[in-house]
C-alpha cells in the first residue's frame, strides 16, 4: 500500500499550493486513493477519496474544498452533487464523460487506468469533467493520451516500470508530460512526488 506526500505548485510560476498526504491501495473493487491537503501554512485545505472500479471507471469519487462537497460516480456519464459551505444548497450534474479529473495527482493516475494505453497504440481522446479549486467548480474538458515511452529500472524492492504519456489539452493544444510507476506519479506539471514509504502497486 504506497503512502506518501506530494507537493502540488503552480506549474506556471512555481508557488506553493498544497501538500497532499496520501495512501492508496489496489482492492477487490479495483483500486482506492484517499488523501489529506494543506496550505503551505499548515492550515487544512481538503480530502480526496476516490474509488475506481476494475475497468479504471469511477466507482466514488468525494471531494471537500474550502467547505465545497463534491460527491459523483460514473452513472450515465459521470454524474455529481455539488454541495455548499452552508450545507443548504446542492446541485446535481450529469455530463457524457468518461471520468473526473482535477488537480489532485490521484486523477492522473485515474485516467491512465481507464485508458490502458500500449506504447504501440495512436494517440486516445477522453472527456472527463474537471473541479477546479478552490470552490469545486465543474468544467468538461477533452484530452489526448498517448503512452510514449515504457522504461523498466532496478530497484532494490525488484523491477519498477515507468511509463511515460503526454497529454494534449484539445482546446489550447497545450501539450506535457505525466510520468507514472504504477499507481503512484512520479512527475507531471504542477506535481512533485516528495515522499514515497514502499513501492508502488502494480494495477496491471
Same mark, same amino acid.
Given at each position: 500500500?504506497?503512502?506518501?506526500?506530494?507537493?502540488?505548485?503552480?506549474?506556471?510560476?512555481?508557488?506553493?499550493l498544497?501538500?497532499?498526504?496520501f495512501?492508496?491501495?489496489?482492492?477487490?473493487?479495483?483500486?482506492?486513493?484517499?488523501s489529506?491537503?494543506?496550505?503551505?501554512?499548515?492550515?487544512?485545505?481538503?480530502?480526496?477519496?476516490?474509488?475506481?472500479?476494475?475497468?479504471?471507471?469511477?466507482?466514488?469519487?468525494?471531494?471537500?474544498a474550502?467547505?465545497w462537497?463534491v460527491?459523483?460516480?460514473?452513472?450515465?456519464? =459521470?454524474?455529481?452533487? *455539488?454541495?455548499?459551505?452552508?450545507?443548504?444548497? %446542492?446541485?446535481?450534474?450529469? +455530463? &457524457?464523460?468518461? /471520468?473526473? #479529473?482535477?488537480?489532485?495527482?490521484?486523477?492522473? =493516475?485515474?485516467?491512465? *487506468?481507464?485508458?490502458?494505453?500500449?506504447?504501440? %497504440?495512436?494517440?486516445?481522446? +477522453? &472527456?472527463?469533467? /474537471?473541479f #477546479?479549486?478552490?470552490?469545486?467548480?465543474?468544467?468538461?474538458?477533452?484530452?489526448?493520451?498517448?503512452?510514449?515511452?515504457r522504461?523498466?529500472?532496478?530497484?532494490?524492492s525488484?523491477?519498477?516500470?515507468?511509463?511515460?504519456?503526454?497529454?494534449?489539452?484539445?482546446d489550447?493544444?497545450?501539450?506535457?508530460t505525466?510520468?507514472?510507476?504504477?499507481?503512484?506519479?512520479?512527475?507531471?506539471?504542477?506535481?512533485?512526488?516528495?515522499?514515497?514509504?514502499?513501492?508502488?502497486?502494480?494495477?496491471?
Open positions: 500500500m504506497p503512502r506518501g506526500r506530494y507537493s502540488l505548485h503552480d506549474p506556471h510560476d512555481h508557488t506553493p498544497a501538500e497532499e498526504h495512501q492508496c491501495a489496489p482492492g477487490t473493487s479495483g483500486w482506492r486513493y484517499v489529506q491537503l494543506t496550505a503551505p501554512d499548515g492550515a487544512h485545505l481538503g480530502s480526496v477519496d476516490l474509488t475506481l472500479d476494475t475497468l479504471g471507471r469511477p466507482l466514488r469519487l468525494e471531494l471537500h474550502s467547505s462537497q460527491r459523483g460516480a460514473a452513472l450515465d456519464g =459521470v454524474t455529481w452533487v *455539488r454541495t455548499d459551505p452552508t450545507g443548504t444548497h %446542492a446541485t446535481e450534474g450529469n +455530463v &457524457r464523460a468518461h /471520468a473526473f #479529473t482535477g488537480s489532485s495527482p490521484a486523477f492522473l =493516475v485515474a485516467t491512465a *487506468r481507464l485508458l490502458r494505453l500500449t506504447p504501440s %497504440a495512436a494517440a486516445t481522446r +477522453v &472527456r472527463l469533467v /474537471a #477546479t479549486d478552490p470552490v469545486l467548480a465543474p468544467r468538461t474538458v477533452d484530452q489526448s493520451w498517448a503512452l510514449t515511452d522504461e523498466t529500472h532496478a530497484t532494490d525488484g523491477p519498477l516500470t515507468v511509463d511515460a504519456y503526454q497529454v494534449t489539452a484539445l489550447t493544444g497545450e501539450q506535457h505525466v510520468h507514472l510507476a504504477g499507481d503512484v506519479v512520479l512527475a507531471a506539471p504542477g506535481i512533485e512526488l516528495e515522499d514515497l514509504e514502499s513501492p508502488p502497486s502494480d494495477l496491471g
